[in-house]
């Protein structure tokens, strides 16, 4: 017989908003539901409650109670997260969970127990399943059965976690009246008439008179009383994504307390992430904007990571980019899982780079200096030597064994002066066979803000020609020098065929 | 007794200088100086056997340097254009990356050529590339790198101008500070002395003397050069000392006197001979 466990949040809308605003813990809140006047209390906190505020009164009644009361409306956004918080919870101890909505969670725990080697395992599992969901902000309650209804009957009890033993759910569900059955209102109306008031009275009538006078419902119904789920768990498939955000109380419209609010989204987002072995490889974010507005945006990350900091930078950066251009009225931050980078590490080679550290390296460059100008180089084919690439940067692992550094080349390396720096060289010799002898910088504002390059010309060598794309619109055809300039150093010069025009485009150095 | 004393010195370090004082004070008085914290203990070992460098492969750099970039240090090479500066920071960045290293190269005058230093022995899987476009962004991409944990970060300043300025002194402090809290080699290259009190050690490059092959009838080609790299400033030891760096360009033919492809010290009277080769030449190119 299957076991089950349900993980039950209770006065659920509460529990979502105190799990997103965590200091109003302690607090007199009520969550309510409605509008105005209409505006009708759902739930509140135990210093609501002492002070007599209960379920169904309205917020100008409670207000009357509780002077100190602090009202929140309920938020959908809030009470989502929450609810997929909670089934990663239940997740984390078995693969067959069925999301029943409302801070309801059913899992499948056949054989798990067996990881509790005490004397009662299924209640230590109960109580590993409750710490998890303290430890994600989720005060749930536990009940384990083999059907539905009685673990979720077991969960509402007090002094959690309650176990039912397998085989006796008929007898605990026995004493209940009839209506936790929550049956149709004809069916609960001719039951009515039969004098059935529990749920014992009417699992001892005979299954076959209730189908035949009941129907289908009536059959169903009868084995639910019976401690038979009508319906087996149906496990859910996992989103493909980490949603948390909230409805804010008040429109915002600067950055600063956006991101107040937004970093409390993150960590708990970060905290989920962590909880199920992923990191963000791409940070969603969707805005509510004022009065009916909506903008969503998305932020690329050159490697998984699950660094808040990171993350908060990098909204912060894109909305300073891009304002929203309205007051934001809620906000969800989406981000998509990836596997973090993992590295092996090594005994006696050079150790490797944290991918951690390395991700959110990575991340915060991109923030401060913009992906083009971030990455691993790669040369280009062709002849331009000012060309390159960059791709993103994933070194391999490093060798198992340290080793000698390879002995150095000893090269004259040429640093390229990207743009060219443009130049004007005075020429001798016969037409087809000039040499520069001079190289002046042209008198502008733009060329005074360059490298300057200028002197008489020692040595030249060249001309050295390159022809590229030839076939294509913009074909690229230039002479090559190497110049020495009388105590001012080793240059790379070129003319352009085409225009007759000098440039510097790199330095010996 | 031992064990938490020996502790409280390793994890501790705001409070081993009180604690050695303690065990120093209960010593005989000719064996209080032997008597050293265990983090400076295990510097002093790594230091003496040269584990804590980072070999440079730049014979003339590592006789320098003794042995290599010390880690945890900002070692600033000052050059001006064509003094072989940046020639010796791929150098570096070739021998790092050749032991299996990540290294990263913060490039704020935008200058390197992948294909230059693929040809100098980098390995471009292992090397990080940034490049900024004021020194301030450069600072503090470094700083990034560091925290990150790559064990060689080197800052190229560019030619001069540089865009920036010289930056804040505290900003300097800040990174050497940030090389020696993750023990990470940091090399910055600037046209002139921009670190101030935070490099440990500074090394001074001349301009190069450009060695050109032909003449009489054939073409000119640039073979290469050496300038003269002297120490200015290395804490713990005298300055003045200097070495030669001697280049080739990579179309050049190896001379027979360097059969090894590695930077070598020139023997005095080749030094001697490069000058004659270029002073023959001005003639030619006024001639056309």
């Known amino acids: 017989m299957a076991r089950i466990a349900c993980l039950l949040l209770p006065l659920f809308p509460l529990a979502a908003r105190l799990r997103s605003e965590p200091e109003l813990m302690h607090e007199a809140l009520v969550v309510v539901e409605g509008n105005g006047n209409a505006a009708r209390v759902v739930a509140a906190t135990r210093l609501a409650r002492n002070a007599s505020v209960r379920p169904g009164l309205t917020l100008t009644q409670a207000r009357a109670l509780c002077p100190k009361l602090v009202a929140r409306p309920r938020d959908g956004e809030c009470e989502r997260a929450a609810q997929e918080a909670l089934l990663e919870v239940a997740e984390a101890f078995s693969p067959r969970v069925e999301d029943a909505g409302e801070g309801t969670a059913y899992l499948d725990v056949d054989g798990i127990e067996r990881h509790y080697p005490g004397s009662s395992p299924e209640r230590d599992l109960g109580r590993a399943l409750m710490s998890a969901a303290d430890a994600a902000s989720l005060p749930a309650r536990v009940g384990i059965a083999s059907s539905k209804l009685a673990s979720r009957v077991a969960a509402g009890l007090p002094e959690p976690p309650v176990v039912v033993p397998a085989g006796e759910e008929a007898a605990f569900l026995a004493p209940l009246p009839l209506q936790r059955l929550a049956p149709e209102v004809d069916v609960a109306e001719t039951l009515e008439r039969w004098g059935v008031k529990s749920v014992g009275d009417f699992a001892r009538l005979p299954p076959s008179r209730v189908a035949s006078r009941l129907g289908k419902l009536g059959r169903e119904l009868h084995a639910t009383a019976r401690g038979v789920d009508a319906r087996p768990l149906m496990p859910r498939e996992p989103p493909p994504v980490f949603q948390e955000g909230m409805t804010l109380e008040w429109p915002l419209v600067s950055l600063e307390p956006f991101l107040f609010v937004g970093r409390a989204a993150l960590d708990r987002l970060c905290l989920r992430l962590e909880s199920r072995g992923f990191a963000c490889i791409r940070l969603g974010l969707d805005l509510r904007l004022e009065p009916d507005g909506h903008q969503s945006r998305s932020i690329d990350l050159p490697a998984p990571t699950r660094d808040v900091k990171t993350l908060l930078t990098l909204v912060r950066l894109d909305l300073e980019a891009s304002p929203p251009g309205a007051p934001v009225a809620g906000f969800s931050f989406l981000a998509y899982p990836d596997r973090p980078r993992e590295a092996q590490l090594t005994m006696y080679g050079p150790a490797a780079l944290s991918p951690d550290k390395l991700a959110t390296t990575l991340a915060r460059l991109f923030a401060l200096l913009g992906p083009e100008r971030v990455g691993s180089p790669r040369p280009v084919n062709g002849h331009r030597p000012e060309r390159f690439a960059l791709v993103d940067f994933t070194p391999p692992p490093p060798p198992e064994v340290r080793r000698e550094p390879r002995a150095g080349r000893g090269l004259l390396a040429v640093r390229v002066l990207r743009p060219p720096v443009e130049i004007e060289v005075m020429t001798a010799g016969s037409e087809g066979a000039e040499m520069p002898v001079e190289i002046r910088s042209p008198a502008s504002e733009e060329a005074a803000k360059r490298t300057s390059v200028e002197g008489q010309v020692k040595v030249a060598s060249g001309p050295w020609g390159i022809e590229e794309d030839w076939w294509a619109d913009d074909p690229t055809g230039r002479d090559y020098w190497d110049v020495e300039l009388a105590g001012r150093g080793l240059y790379r010069i070129y003319r352009e065929r085409a225009t007759g025009a000098w440039y510097a485009d790199g330095i010996y150095d | ?288």
Do not use: C
């Open chain 2, 1 to 288: 007794m031992a064990e938490p004393l020996k502790r409280r010195i390793l994890e501790e370090p705001e409070e081993a200088s009180a604690a050695l004082r303690l065990v120093r004070s209960s010593l005989p008085e000719a064996l209080r100086s032997h008597v050293q914290s265990a983090r400076v203990l295990d510097r002093e070992i790594k230091d003496a056997a040269g584990e804590g460098a980072f070999p440079t492969a730049v014979p003339a750099l590592d006789r320098l340097l003794d042995g290599g970039l010390p880690r945890g240090q900002l070692v600033e090479l000052v050059g001006s254009r064509t003094s072989g500066r940046f020639s010796a920071l791929l150098a570096v960045l070739a021998a790092a990356t050749s032991i299996g290293e990540a290294a990263a190269l913060v490039d704020l005058g935008d200058g390197l050529d992948p294909d230059a230093a693929l040809g100098a022995g980098v390995d471009l899987q292992r090397l990080l590339w940034a490049r900024p476009a004021r020194l301030k962004d450069a600072l503090a991409a470094a700083e990034m790198l560091l925290a990150g944990g790559f064990p060689l970060v080197v800052l190229d300043l560019g030619n001069p101008p540089v865009r920036g300025g010289r930056g804040v002194e505290a900003a300097w402090l800040r990174l050497a500070r940030a090389a020696r809290a993750h023990d990470s080699a940091l090399l910055v290259g600037s046209p002139y002395r921009v670190s101030g009190t935070a490099a440990g050690v500074v090394l001074k490059a001349g301009r190069v003397h450009a060695a050109w092959r032909g003449g009489a009838g054939s073409p000119w080609l640039l073979a290469g050069g050496s300038s003269r790299i002297e120490l200015e400033k290395h804490r713990g030891r005298l300055h003045g000392q200097s070495e030669t760096l001697t280049l080739a360009t990579a179309i050049a033919p190896r001379p027979a006197a360097a059969p090894a492809p590695r930077p070598q010290l020139l023997p005095r009277d080749a030094r001697e001979e490069r000058p004659a080769a270029v002073a023959a030449f001005p003639r030619r190119a006024a001639a056309g």
